[in-house]
């Protein structure tokens, strides 16, 4: 045998699997509801116009050469002005150790290194379901895991009394990972009055909160209202962390880029940590891809430009949100005596539907609909032209 003789096969990944399974099948009918990717109403890939225009800018210039470890300082510097608004006291107090990373995985990941190196022994609480490669990530990093009560199956909405009694149980010291908006899978979030309680929780606790923001825009088409669970906390006196990513926000999933930000106590605080990250970054892939850096510095760096994006998002998170109040209609006119007003009250990319695996295996065998076993669909699949389908079949398979 060979070197690699006792290597075993890796499981598959979930979500990857979901598209092998819907590209092996024939049916012209088929419906995608895997992946996390926005697709327009002809279920095609979209290009935003912003980034259209800041390539034709980017490309003459054909910038091949290295970027710092810690990416372009430009770009950290206007992304952490968008997460965390532009008058952050944290960011005038030049108190905010950043850097550029390889999307929300990549900060995660950093982040992960990070805190195993310099929180020795403290775990992450996680709520439980999340999406699924926090558990990669933070096993790779060594960092303990537990988790947190936070979606309640009965209501198909947040249980917001086990998460508070969770994480009221848990040990002081300790971070806490929140899904800053649209949580992935459940698409449920707390409301803001339900966010100031649990960040007078964690205060009290002295819990330190790590915000992934995946999808900010991309929940209620408005940038500002997708941070306000950070600028609550902010106003609240919390140095947090936060994981952003320009993936579903500007469509750049191949690009690869993202910023991983801690607010410090002070400026020399901020230096040290940052130094250390790059430290980390460096040992890991020395230095992150230019060109996903230049295209967003240059639509956060117009003002014009900032707003044409916005309108963008807002057009994506407005499709989706169409898509919910067709397929909330289209189940309750086929029929369905099942509660569906969940579809409209989620929030985001995903619904979380509350079939089972089987009834989601029912449906690809069937009716060539494609999910994850845990019912999570995809909005951004639903068009106008399949959603009588994917309804119809819903309630089959339901029934
Ligand atoms: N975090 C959450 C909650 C996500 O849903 C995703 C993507 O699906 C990511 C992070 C990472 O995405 P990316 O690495 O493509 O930015």
């Not at 116009?49 to 710092?68: D, I, Q």
């Not at 309640?152 to 929140?178: N, W």
């Not at 940038?223 to 469509?251: E, P, T, V, W």
């Not at 510095?297 to 998170?317: C, H, R, S």
Request: net charge negative; glycine share 8%.
């Amino acid at each position: 045998s060979g070197w690699f003789g006792n290597v075993e096969q890796a499981p598959k990944d979930p979500i990857l699997g979901v598209t092998e399974a819907y590209l092996a099948d024939d049916n012209p009918e088929k419906i995608n509801l895997g992946v996390g990717a926005y697709r327009d109403d002809l279920s095609k890939p979209v290009v935003l116009n912003v980034v259209r225009a800041a390539e034709e800018k980017v490309m003459g210039k054909l910038f091949m050469e290295y970027l710092p470890i810690g990416g372009l300082k430009s770009f950290t510097e206007k992304s952490v002005k968008l997460a965390y608004g532009d008058s952050a006291q944290c960011i005038q107090d030049a108190r905010v150790a950043a850097v550029q990373s390889l999307s929300g995985t990549g900060s995660c990941r950093l982040f992960a290194e990070f805190m195993h190196r310099y929180m020795p022994g403290a775990a992450v609480y996680i709520p439980k379901p999340t999406w699924a490669n926090h558990h990669n990530i933070f096993r790779d990093a060594q960092v303990e895991q537990k988790g947190f009560r936070y979606y309640k199956p009965d209501t198909r909405g947040l249980d917001f009394e086990g998460l508070m009694d969770d994480l009221q149980a848990a040990d002081e010291g300790s971070v806490v990972l929140l899904h800053a908006c649209a949580h992935n899978p459940t698409g449920v979030d707390p409301t803001p009055e339900q966010w100031q309680q649990l960040s007078k929780l964690m205060l009290k606790k002295h819990l330190y909160p790590f915000f992934d923001m995946a999808y900010q825009g991309f929940a209620s088409g408005d940038c500002d209202r997708d941070g306000q669970a950070i600028r609550i906390f902010l106003d609240d006196g919390h140095n947090l962390g936060c994981s952003q990513s320009y993936a579903k926000n500007m469509g750049l999933y191949g690009q690869r880029i993202g910023c991983l930000s801690l607010v410090c106590a002070d400026k020399a605080e901020a230096s040290a940590v940052e130094s250390q990250i790059k430290a980390i970054a460096r040992a890991m892939y020395s230095n992150p891809p230019v060109h996903g850096a230049l295209l967003v510095d240059n639509i956060l760096g117009t003002p014009e430009i900032k707003q044409q994006w916005y309108d963008e998002v807002k057009g994506m998170a407005e499709r989706i949100i169409d898509m919910r109040t067709l397929l909330q209609q289209n189940l309750e006119k086929s029929g369905s005596s099942l509660p569906w007003k969940h579809v409209t009250e989620q929030i985001g990319m995903f619904c979380f539907s509350g079939i089972s695996p089987e009834q989601v295996d029912l449906l690809a065998k069937e009716h060539s609909i494609y999910m994850t076993r845990n019912g999570r669909i995809s909005m951004a699949g639903v068009t106008s032209r399949n959603v009588d389908r994917l309804a119809a079949a819903l309630h089959k398979v339901t029934s």
